[in-house]
Protein backbone atom coordinates (compact mmCIF):
# COMPACT_ATOMS: atom_id res chain seq x y z
CA UNK A 1 0.00 0.00 0.00
CA UNK A 2 1.21 3.51 -0.66
CA UNK A 3 1.32 4.37 3.27
CA UNK A 4 3.80 7.46 4.02
CA UNK A 5 7.37 7.32 4.07
CA UNK A 6 9.52 9.01 6.64
CA UNK A 7 13.58 8.87 6.31
CA UNK A 8 14.18 9.14 10.23
CA UNK A 9 11.88 6.00 10.89
CA UNK A 10 13.16 3.68 8.05
CA UNK A 11 16.70 4.21 9.39
CA UNK A 12 16.02 3.76 12.85
CA UNK A 13 14.35 -0.11 11.56
CA UNK A 14 16.39 -1.09 9.02
CA UNK A 15 13.74 -0.56 6.66
CA UNK A 16 14.11 1.19 3.11
CA UNK A 17 14.10 4.81 2.96
CA UNK A 18 10.60 4.72 1.68
CA UNK A 19 9.62 2.32 4.23
CA UNK A 20 9.69 -0.32 1.61
CA UNK A 21 9.69 -3.75 3.65
CA UNK A 22 9.56 -5.83 -0.12
CA UNK A 23 12.58 -4.66 -2.06
CA UNK A 24 13.72 -6.65 -4.90
CA UNK A 25 15.92 -6.96 -7.93
CA UNK A 26 13.62 -6.23 -10.34
CA UNK A 27 12.65 -3.48 -13.06
CA UNK A 28 9.73 -1.64 -12.81
CA UNK A 29 8.71 0.45 -15.57
CA UNK A 30 6.49 3.59 -15.27
CA UNK A 31 4.47 5.69 -17.73
CA UNK A 32 2.98 9.00 -16.76
CA UNK A 33 0.00 10.91 -17.86
CA UNK A 34 -0.02 13.53 -19.98
CA UNK A 35 -3.43 12.36 -22.55
CA UNK A 36 -2.90 11.20 -26.20
CA UNK A 37 0.38 12.86 -26.23
CA UNK A 38 1.79 10.87 -23.21
CA UNK A 39 0.27 7.96 -25.25
CA UNK A 40 2.10 8.37 -28.38
CA UNK A 41 5.63 8.99 -26.55
CA UNK A 42 5.38 6.37 -24.59
CA UNK A 43 4.54 3.55 -27.61
CA UNK A 44 7.76 5.13 -28.99
CA UNK A 45 9.53 4.83 -25.76
CA UNK A 46 8.16 0.68 -25.28
CA UNK A 47 9.28 0.31 -29.60
CA UNK A 48 13.35 1.22 -28.24
CA UNK A 49 12.56 -0.98 -25.00
CA UNK A 50 11.66 -3.86 -27.31
CA UNK A 51 14.37 -3.57 -29.81
CA UNK A 52 16.58 -3.40 -26.43
CA UNK A 53 15.20 -6.62 -25.08
CA UNK A 54 13.95 -4.94 -21.94
CA UNK A 55 10.13 -5.84 -22.38
CA UNK A 56 10.67 -9.23 -21.14
CA UNK A 57 12.41 -8.61 -18.04
CA UNK A 58 10.34 -5.57 -16.52
CA UNK A 59 8.33 -7.15 -13.23
CA UNK A 60 5.80 -4.30 -13.04
CA UNK A 61 4.33 -1.54 -15.44
CA UNK A 62 2.49 1.23 -13.54
CA UNK A 63 0.80 4.03 -15.13
CA UNK A 64 -1.54 6.77 -14.77
CA UNK A 65 -3.96 8.64 -17.55
CA UNK A 66 -2.45 8.64 -20.70
CA UNK A 67 0.34 5.90 -19.64
CA UNK A 68 -2.55 3.94 -18.90
CA UNK A 69 -3.91 3.21 -22.34
CA UNK A 70 -0.35 2.54 -23.72
CA UNK A 71 -0.06 -0.04 -20.78
CA UNK A 72 -2.94 -1.66 -21.45
CA UNK A 73 -2.59 -1.90 -24.73
CA UNK A 74 0.25 -3.56 -23.80
CA UNK A 75 -0.78 -5.65 -21.74
CA UNK A 76 -4.05 -6.70 -23.41
CA UNK A 77 -1.71 -7.68 -26.31
CA UNK A 78 1.36 -9.39 -24.04
CA UNK A 79 -0.26 -12.82 -24.39
CA UNK A 80 0.15 -12.83 -28.07
CA UNK A 81 3.56 -11.09 -28.49
CA UNK A 82 6.41 -13.43 -29.72
CA UNK A 83 9.67 -12.99 -28.04
CA UNK A 84 12.69 -14.25 -29.89
CA UNK A 85 15.53 -15.97 -27.84
CA UNK A 86 17.05 -12.34 -27.07
CA UNK A 87 13.63 -11.23 -25.32
CA UNK A 88 12.72 -9.20 -28.55
CA UNK A 89 9.15 -9.64 -29.77
CA UNK A 90 8.80 -9.52 -33.70
CA UNK A 91 5.49 -8.57 -33.47
CA UNK A 92 4.76 -5.94 -30.97
CA UNK A 93 3.87 -3.37 -34.21
CA UNK A 94 0.58 -5.27 -34.60
CA UNK A 95 -0.14 -6.15 -31.74
CA UNK A 96 0.22 -2.97 -29.64
CA UNK A 97 1.75 -0.40 -32.01
CA UNK A 98 -1.24 -0.16 -34.44
CA UNK A 99 -3.98 -0.46 -32.37
CA UNK A 100 -2.32 2.48 -30.12
CA UNK A 101 -2.32 4.68 -33.23
CA UNK A 102 -5.97 3.01 -34.74
CA UNK A 103 -7.13 5.38 -31.19
CA UNK A 104 -4.79 8.30 -31.77
CA UNK A 105 -7.15 8.90 -35.17
CA UNK A 106 -10.01 9.53 -32.54
CA UNK A 107 -11.45 12.88 -31.23
CA UNK A 108 -12.36 11.18 -27.41
CA UNK A 109 -12.50 14.33 -25.09
CA UNK A 110 -14.78 16.84 -26.48
CA UNK A 111 -17.52 14.08 -27.33
CA UNK A 112 -17.25 12.49 -24.16
CA UNK A 113 -17.80 15.93 -22.39
CA UNK A 114 -20.69 16.67 -24.53
CA UNK A 115 -22.38 13.16 -24.63
CA UNK A 116 -21.75 13.21 -20.42
CA UNK A 117 -24.16 15.75 -20.07
CA UNK A 118 -26.85 13.60 -21.09
CA UNK A 119 -28.38 11.86 -17.67
CA UNK A 120 -27.59 8.20 -17.15
CA UNK A 121 -24.15 9.16 -18.94
CA UNK A 122 -20.47 10.41 -18.06
CA UNK A 123 -17.61 11.66 -19.67
CA UNK A 124 -15.46 8.90 -18.42
CA UNK A 125 -18.14 6.12 -19.08
CA UNK A 126 -18.51 7.26 -22.68
CA UNK A 127 -13.93 7.22 -22.61
CA UNK A 128 -14.14 3.96 -21.76
CA UNK A 129 -16.44 2.80 -24.58
CA UNK A 130 -14.07 4.48 -26.68
CA UNK A 131 -11.24 2.48 -25.59
CA UNK A 132 -12.99 -0.72 -25.10
CA UNK A 133 -13.80 -0.45 -28.94
CA UNK A 134 -10.34 0.59 -30.03
CA UNK A 135 -8.42 -1.73 -27.70
CA UNK A 136 -9.60 -3.96 -25.25
CA UNK A 137 -12.46 -6.01 -27.07
CA UNK A 138 -13.82 -6.25 -23.49
CA UNK A 139 -10.77 -7.91 -21.69
CA UNK A 140 -11.19 -7.55 -18.18
CA UNK A 141 -8.23 -7.58 -15.29
CA UNK A 142 -8.34 -10.87 -15.09
CA UNK A 143 -7.14 -11.54 -18.53
CA UNK A 144 -3.69 -10.22 -18.02
CA UNK A 145 -0.75 -11.54 -17.55
CA UNK A 146 0.70 -12.54 -14.43
CA UNK A 147 3.89 -11.04 -15.14
CA UNK A 148 4.86 -8.25 -15.64
CA UNK A 149 2.40 -7.36 -13.19
CA UNK A 150 0.32 -3.96 -14.62
CA UNK A 151 -0.96 -1.82 -12.31
CA UNK A 152 -3.72 1.41 -13.18
CA UNK A 153 -3.89 4.18 -10.57
CA UNK A 154 -6.46 6.51 -10.26
CA UNK A 155 -7.46 9.13 -7.44
CA UNK A 156 -9.88 8.67 -4.84
CA UNK A 157 -12.17 11.78 -5.07
CA UNK A 158 -13.81 9.84 -1.14
CA UNK A 159 -10.09 9.98 0.34
CA UNK A 160 -8.03 11.76 -1.26
CA UNK A 161 -5.45 8.69 -2.01
CA UNK A 162 -4.61 6.65 -4.32
CA UNK A 163 -6.64 3.69 -5.85
CA UNK A 164 -4.28 0.78 -7.56
CA UNK A 165 -6.07 -1.73 -9.80
CA UNK A 166 -4.34 -4.53 -11.07
CA UNK A 167 -5.21 -8.62 -11.73
CA UNK A 168 -4.36 -9.70 -8.20
CA UNK A 169 -5.96 -6.81 -6.65
CA UNK A 170 -7.50 -3.40 -6.09
CA UNK A 171 -6.84 -1.31 -3.24
CA UNK A 172 -6.76 2.06 -1.26
CA UNK A 173 -4.64 1.76 2.15
CA UNK A 174 -7.56 3.64 4.02
CA UNK A 175 -10.34 1.23 2.41
CA UNK A 176 -8.81 -1.91 2.07
CA UNK A 177 -8.40 -4.67 -0.08
CA UNK A 178 -10.49 -5.83 -2.67
CA UNK A 179 -9.20 -9.35 -3.84
CA UNK A 180 -8.93 -10.60 -8.24
CA UNK A 181 -11.23 -7.79 -9.24
CA UNK A 182 -13.14 -8.83 -12.84
CA UNK A 183 -13.34 -5.07 -13.72
CA UNK A 184 -13.13 -4.26 -17.48
CA UNK A 185 -9.88 -2.70 -18.30
CA UNK A 186 -11.24 -0.31 -20.08
CA UNK A 187 -13.39 1.11 -17.35
CA UNK A 188 -10.14 0.92 -14.88
CA UNK A 189 -8.14 2.83 -17.88
CA UNK A 190 -11.14 5.36 -18.17
CA UNK A 191 -11.02 5.71 -14.08
CA UNK A 192 -6.96 6.29 -14.45
CA UNK A 193 -7.53 9.49 -17.29
CA UNK A 194 -10.64 10.73 -15.94
CA UNK A 195 -8.85 14.31 -15.40
CA UNK A 196 -10.72 16.87 -14.33
CA UNK A 197 -13.42 18.44 -14.21
CA UNK A 198 -14.71 17.69 -17.78
CA UNK A 199 -13.59 13.97 -18.37
CA UNK A 200 -14.25 13.40 -14.04
CA UNK A 201 -15.43 11.94 -12.06
CA UNK A 202 -15.60 8.17 -12.71
CA UNK A 203 -17.44 5.66 -10.82
CA UNK A 204 -16.98 2.06 -10.27
CA UNK A 205 -19.43 -0.30 -8.69
CA UNK A 206 -17.71 -2.82 -6.07
CA UNK A 207 -19.57 -5.94 -5.45
CA UNK A 208 -21.04 -6.14 -1.58
CA UNK A 209 -18.32 -7.59 0.61
CA UNK A 210 -15.84 -7.52 -1.75
CA UNK A 211 -13.50 -5.20 -0.21
CA UNK A 212 -12.16 -6.81 3.05
CA UNK A 213 -9.78 -4.31 5.67
CA UNK A 214 -6.50 -4.25 5.99
CA UNK A 215 -4.41 -2.98 9.19
CA UNK A 216 -4.74 0.39 9.55
CA UNK A 217 -7.81 0.57 7.26
CA UNK A 218 -9.62 3.76 9.02
CA UNK A 219 -11.76 4.50 6.44
CA UNK A 220 -13.25 0.70 6.03
CA UNK A 221 -16.87 1.64 5.98
CA UNK A 222 -19.82 1.08 3.76
CA UNK A 223 -19.71 5.09 2.12
CA UNK A 224 -16.35 4.67 0.82
CA UNK A 225 -16.38 0.72 -0.30
CA UNK A 226 -19.91 0.58 -2.01
CA UNK A 227 -19.55 3.12 -5.05
CA UNK A 228 -15.60 4.79 -5.55
CA UNK A 229 -15.60 7.47 -6.58
CA UNK A 230 -12.35 8.41 -8.93
CA UNK A 231 -10.65 11.22 -10.75
CA UNK A 232 -7.41 10.88 -12.98
CA UNK A 233 -4.36 9.21 -11.46
CA UNK A 234 -2.07 12.28 -12.00
CA UNK A 235 -3.56 14.56 -9.67
CA UNK A 236 -1.65 12.05 -6.92
CA UNK A 237 0.87 11.07 -8.96
CA UNK A 238 1.70 11.94 -12.37
CA UNK A 239 4.53 9.84 -13.06
CA UNK A 240 3.03 6.36 -11.77
CA UNK A 241 5.58 5.92 -9.00
CA UNK A 242 4.10 4.88 -6.05
CA UNK A 243 3.71 0.91 -6.86
CA UNK A 244 7.17 0.79 -7.98
CA UNK A 245 9.44 3.02 -6.02
CA UNK A 246 9.03 1.10 -2.49
CA UNK A 247 9.59 -2.18 -4.29
CA UNK A 248 11.73 -1.80 -6.91
CA UNK A 249 15.83 -1.26 -7.02
CA UNK A 250 15.88 -0.96 -11.02
CA UNK A 251 13.50 2.25 -12.27
CA UNK A 252 12.55 2.95 -15.44
CA UNK A 253 10.38 6.21 -15.90
CA UNK A 254 8.91 7.69 -18.99
CA UNK A 255 7.68 10.73 -18.81
CA UNK A 256 5.07 12.64 -20.95
CA UNK A 257 3.47 14.75 -19.04
CA UNK A 258 3.61 18.39 -19.50
CA UNK A 259 6.26 20.64 -17.19
CA UNK A 260 3.90 24.17 -16.37
CA UNK A 261 4.84 27.06 -18.52
CA UNK A 262 5.87 30.22 -17.05
CA UNK A 263 3.54 32.51 -17.33
CA UNK A 264 4.99 36.72 -17.25
CA UNK A 265 1.22 37.90 -17.10
CA UNK A 266 -0.88 35.46 -14.97
CA UNK A 267 -4.78 36.42 -14.72
CA UNK A 268 -5.94 38.01 -11.39
CA UNK A 269 -9.74 36.80 -11.42
CA UNK A 270 -10.07 33.89 -8.55
CA UNK A 271 -11.33 31.54 -11.70
CA UNK A 272 -7.38 31.40 -13.67
CA UNK A 273 -5.66 31.77 -9.92
CA UNK A 274 -7.20 28.43 -8.61
CA UNK A 275 -6.63 26.73 -12.17
CA UNK A 276 -3.00 28.28 -11.88
CA UNK A 277 -2.68 27.33 -8.71
CA UNK A 278 -3.81 23.81 -8.62
CA UNK A 279 -1.01 23.62 -11.49
CA UNK A 280 1.44 24.90 -9.69
CA UNK A 281 0.44 22.54 -6.53
CA UNK A 282 0.47 19.57 -8.47
CA UNK A 283 3.99 20.33 -10.53
CA UNK A 284 5.50 20.72 -7.08
CA UNK A 285 3.93 16.94 -5.71
CA UNK A 286 5.99 15.70 -9.48
CA UNK A 287 9.34 17.56 -8.56
CA UNK A 288 8.98 16.19 -5.35
CA UNK A 289 8.93 12.78 -6.28
CA UNK A 290 11.52 12.73 -8.87
CA UNK A 291 14.35 15.00 -6.54
CA UNK A 292 13.46 12.26 -3.77
CA UNK A 293 13.86 8.92 -6.59
CA UNK A 294 17.13 11.00 -8.10
CA UNK A 295 18.54 11.34 -5.06
CA UNK A 296 18.07 7.86 -4.27
CA UNK A 297 19.80 7.12 -7.50
CA UNK A 298 23.14 9.17 -6.20
CA UNK A 299 23.13 7.69 -3.18
CA UNK A 300 22.66 3.81 -4.69
CA UNK A 301 19.82 3.42 -3.38
CA UNK A 302 18.14 3.27 -6.14
CA UNK A 303 19.03 2.14 -10.15
CA UNK A 304 17.53 4.88 -11.96
CA UNK A 305 17.05 5.38 -15.91
CA UNK A 306 14.35 7.94 -17.31
CA UNK A 307 13.29 10.28 -19.87
CA UNK A 308 11.16 13.09 -19.95
CA UNK A 309 9.56 15.10 -23.25
CA UNK A 310 10.66 18.16 -22.20
CA UNK A 311 14.01 17.73 -21.61
CA UNK A 312 16.71 17.40 -24.69
CA UNK A 313 18.01 13.95 -26.23
CA UNK A 314 21.48 15.29 -25.02
CA UNK A 315 20.40 16.09 -21.76
CA UNK A 316 21.91 12.34 -21.73
CA UNK A 317 25.41 12.86 -23.14
CA UNK A 318 26.54 14.09 -26.24
CA UNK A 319 25.91 11.36 -28.39
CA UNK A 320 22.26 11.60 -30.63
CA UNK A 321 22.78 8.92 -33.31
CA UNK A 322 18.89 9.76 -34.55
CA UNK A 323 19.56 13.27 -34.93
CA UNK A 324 16.61 14.17 -32.67
CA UNK A 325 16.84 18.07 -32.42
CA UNK A 326 16.08 20.57 -29.46
CA UNK A 327 13.94 22.11 -31.88
CA UNK A 328 12.02 18.61 -32.04
CA UNK A 329 11.83 18.69 -28.45
CA UNK A 330 9.98 21.49 -27.94
CA UNK A 331 7.90 21.09 -30.82
CA UNK A 332 6.94 17.84 -29.24
CA UNK A 333 6.48 19.04 -25.79
CA UNK A 334 4.78 22.26 -27.00
CA UNK A 335 1.67 19.51 -27.65
CA UNK A 336 -1.43 19.64 -25.66
CA UNK A 337 -2.20 16.53 -23.19
CA UNK A 338 -5.84 16.00 -25.23
CA UNK A 339 -7.61 13.08 -26.05
CA UNK A 340 -7.94 14.07 -29.35
CA UNK A 341 -6.44 13.82 -33.14
CA UNK A 342 -3.42 15.49 -33.66
CA UNK A 343 -2.07 16.07 -37.28
CA UNK A 344 0.10 13.23 -38.92
CA UNK A 345 3.17 15.15 -38.01
CA UNK A 346 2.34 15.79 -34.74
CA UNK A 347 1.71 12.35 -34.15
CA UNK A 348 5.12 11.47 -35.84
CA UNK A 349 7.29 13.66 -33.85
CA UNK A 350 5.71 12.77 -30.61
CA UNK A 351 6.65 9.06 -31.17
CA UNK A 352 10.12 10.09 -32.50
CA UNK A 353 10.26 12.25 -29.04
CA UNK A 354 9.78 8.82 -27.01
CA UNK A 355 11.73 6.76 -28.86
CA UNK A 356 14.96 9.12 -29.08
CA UNK A 357 15.11 10.05 -25.34
CA UNK A 358 14.32 6.44 -24.91
CA UNK A 359 17.73 5.35 -26.70
CA UNK A 360 19.73 7.66 -25.09
CA UNK A 361 18.87 7.16 -21.87
CA UNK A 362 19.28 3.48 -22.25
CA UNK A 363 22.30 3.95 -23.79
CA UNK A 364 23.66 6.12 -21.08
CA UNK A 365 22.50 3.43 -18.45
CA UNK A 366 24.41 0.76 -16.98
CA UNK A 367 21.64 -1.81 -17.78
CA UNK A 368 22.31 -4.90 -20.40
CA UNK A 369 20.67 -4.14 -23.67
CA UNK A 370 20.05 -6.21 -27.08
CA UNK A 371 22.93 -4.34 -29.41
CA UNK A 372 21.03 -2.72 -32.31
CA UNK A 373 21.08 -0.03 -34.34
CA UNK A 374 18.34 3.07 -33.43
CA UNK A 375 16.25 3.61 -36.19
CA UNK A 376 12.88 5.76 -36.30
CA UNK A 377 11.84 2.90 -39.21
CA UNK A 378 10.55 0.76 -36.33
CA UNK A 379 7.74 3.16 -35.44
CA UNK A 380 4.66 2.66 -37.03
CA UNK A 381 3.44 5.28 -39.66
CA UNK A 382 0.38 7.41 -38.46
CA UNK A 383 -2.69 7.04 -41.35
CA UNK A 384 -3.39 10.34 -43.54
CA UNK A 385 -1.75 12.42 -45.61
CA UNK A 386 2.36 13.50 -45.17
Given at each position: ?????????????????LGG??L????????????????????????????????P????????????V????????????????????SN?R???????L???????D???????????????????R??????FK????????????F?????????????????????????G?????????????????????Y????????PP???????G??????????????T???????????????????????????????N???????????????DI????G?????????????????????????????????????G???????R?????T??????????????????????????????T??P???????????????
Open positions: MDLPFHAGAGAASGEDFKKEDGIGLCLSGGGFRAMLFHLGALTRLNEAGLLQIDRVSSVSGGSAAGALAVGWSRLRFDERGVAIEEVSLPLALAQKWVVPAVLLGLLPRFSAAGIAGVYDAALGATLQDLPDRPRTFTATSLQTGALWRFAKEYAAEYHVEWKRPDLRVADVVSASAAFPPMSPAYVRVGAIAALEADLHEDGYKGRLCLDGGVYDNVGLEPIWKRYRTILVSDGGRALPGPLPRSNWFSQALRVSALQQIFLRQRVLRGLDRMGERKLVSWGIGEGVTAHGPDNPLFSEADTRAAAVKRLKRFPREIQEVVMKAGYAHADAALRRSSLIVSTPSFDALPVPPGRP
